[in-house]
């Protein structure tokens, strides 16, 4: 077998196994309830995140994050969400874009992994779309999301370290264990959700297998429609 064949098999079988982990339901007898936290899960059709309230009466993230005390460049207001994500930290603080994405950097990624750090992007009133979709939870639920994404996140005395990256929206913070392969910026996302009690794949690389499980919002008209306002996601 030549390596083109190789390669193509090995990306084949990790795109299927995605495709078959993201399938096996967790949490699937779950019903949206009437009352509760709104959150949102956003893609850019290869990266999701958490987008949570700044503040309310179970979490306030400023004590957690000291980027979201600040103005929000994009706006130029205080935050009202914010977006939690996973990923790298050489492709977070080093890779603008995919077009710098190094050959050396992607096949260390792709065989060893690297360090985490967790993304937190500033949003103002974020509008729901299609890469942008709302979910109810209940405040139970939400206080559990809260709790799994914390854990990922070492101790910090005082305020926390804040990184910066190439991506000057977002600030970035030291993450608990490693990104790879098979636990993905996607995996990530998804296992948080389902630690909350949210209906997920048991295993989601990709962001198809996560943004399966949420279902989007009704269709609205182009002149109603306010989700391109949205920042867009970084690559990490």
Excluded at 29 to 56: K, S
Excluded at 190 to 201: D, F, I, K, S, V
Excluded at 216 to 228: G, H, W
Aim: proline residues 9%; contains cysteine.
């Amino acid at each position: 077998m030549g390596l083109a064949a190789g390669l193509a098999l090995i990306v084949g079988g990790y795109l299927l196994a995605g495709w078959i982990g993201s399938s096996l339901p967790v949490n699937g007898h779950w019903r949206e309830p009437a009352e509760g936290v709104e959150i949102m899960v956003e893609t850019n059709g290869m990266h999701t995140g958490i987008v949570v309230p700044v503040a309310n009466d179970i979490k306030d993230w400023r004590e957690t994050f000291p980027s979201a005390a600040r103005i929000a460049p994009y706006y130029g207001e205080m935050p009202t969400h914010l977006a939690i994500g996973y990923g790298e930290r050489e492709v977070f603080t080093e890779v603008p874009t995919w077009g710098d994405l190094t050959a050396t950097t992607a096949l260390r990624i792709a065989t060893v992994g690297g360090d985490a750090l967790i993304r937190v992007s500033p949003y103002v009133r974020p509008a729901p779309g299609q890469n942008y979709r709302p979910v109810t939870i209940s405040r139970e639920q939400y206080a559990r999301l809260v709790a799994a994404i914390e854990r990922h996140l070492p101790p910090a005395e005082g305020l926390r370290e804040e990184l910066h990256g190439t991506f000057v929206l977002d600030s970035y913070y030291e993450a608990t264990g490693g990104y790879s392969m098979a636990n993905t910026c996607n995996t990530w996302v998804g296992a948080r959700l389902a630690e909350a009690g949210l209906p997920m794949g048991r295993w989601t690389p990709l962001a198809g297998g996560v943004m399966k499980w949420i279902p989007a919002p009704p269709p609205v008209s182009p002149l109603e429609d306010r989700s391109d306002k949205n920042p867009q996601l970084s690559i990490g």
